[in-house]
């Protein structure tokens, strides 16, 4: 049970580049969001789904687009990336919104982005 | 914008002693409020959960005190140990959009001296 799997770990981007930041789960979790994590600024929410083909934004999606065609992946997509996007990436997902115990959030282990 | 506020931003305590970390936020939706641990290089990872309609809850060395009408909570870390070093976040939900979503505190960096 691999959990929530990001891809790449580390990349380095030019400013005006595009790529796209993986992230699958295998807990057949309805929910998936993506979080960025700047120094000392706690993790701030980019976008999130509630399932396959339901998408949302969250506090800070300019510059960022994502897509849900399965409930197991969840890409985000740099379109024109810039230094503003140097961060580190963490992609998450729970089962439901519900009050539960085991009802989590599971993160990835992050995704390190420099833009230069 | 919703607001979770953490403090303090960083910490030092002995092996053995008693770190406490708060966290304060505004309006919510009535839910969860959980604290995650991070450790360097990882994702954070929910270390302990409350529910809003108890007051306290242990696990282990670990205790979250929750105060409803003062919206406030936080995190008690007894006879602390130099594994705990590590970033710890609170964390409140909140309604929005199609989905409630967590809304996290800005970190509180823990150093536990041996």
């Known amino acids: 049970n691999a959990g929530v799997t990001q891809t790449p770990k580390f990349r380095i981007l030019k400013i005006g580049q595009s790529m796209t930041l993986q992230c699958t789960q295998d807990?057949?979790?309805?929910?998936m969001y993506w979080y960025r994590q700047d120094p000392g600024m706690g993790l701030k929410l980019i976008y999130y789904s509630v399932g396959a083909g339901i998408t949302d934004k969250g506090e800070v999606p300019n510059g960022y687009n994502v897509s849900r065609s399965t409930t197991e992946d969840f890409p985000l997509r740099l379109e024109l990336a810039a230094p503003s996007q140097t961060s580190v990436y963490f992609c998450?997902?729970?089962?439901?919104?519900?009050?539960?115990?085991?009802?989590?959030?599971?993160f990835g282990a992050g995704s390190r982005l420099t833009v230069l | 914008q919703q607001q979770v506020k953490q403090s303090p931003q960083s910490l030092i305590v002995q092996k053995g002693g008693i770190s406490i970390i708060n966290c304060a936020y505004e309006n919510t939706a009535f839910d969860y409020f959980p604290w995650y641990q991070q450790f360097p290089g990882k994702g954070p990872a929910l270390l302990i959960a409350i529910r809003p309609d108890v007051s306290e809850k242990k696990e282990g060395r670990f205790t979250i005190s929750f105060n409803k009408s003062a919206k406030q909570f936080s995190l008690h870390i007894m006879d602390s140990q130099p594994g705990d070093s590590a970033t710890y976040f609170c964390?409140?939900?909140?309604?929005?959009?199609?989905?409630?979503?967590?809304?996290f505190g800005s970190g509180t960096q823990l150093t536990v001296l041996p």
């Open positions: 998450a997902s729970r089962r439901s919104q519900g009050v539960s115990g085991a009802n989590v959030l599971t």
């Open positions: 807990m057949n979790h309805n929910y």
């Open positions: 964390a409140a939900p909140i309604s929005s959009g199609s989905a409630r979503q967590l809304t």
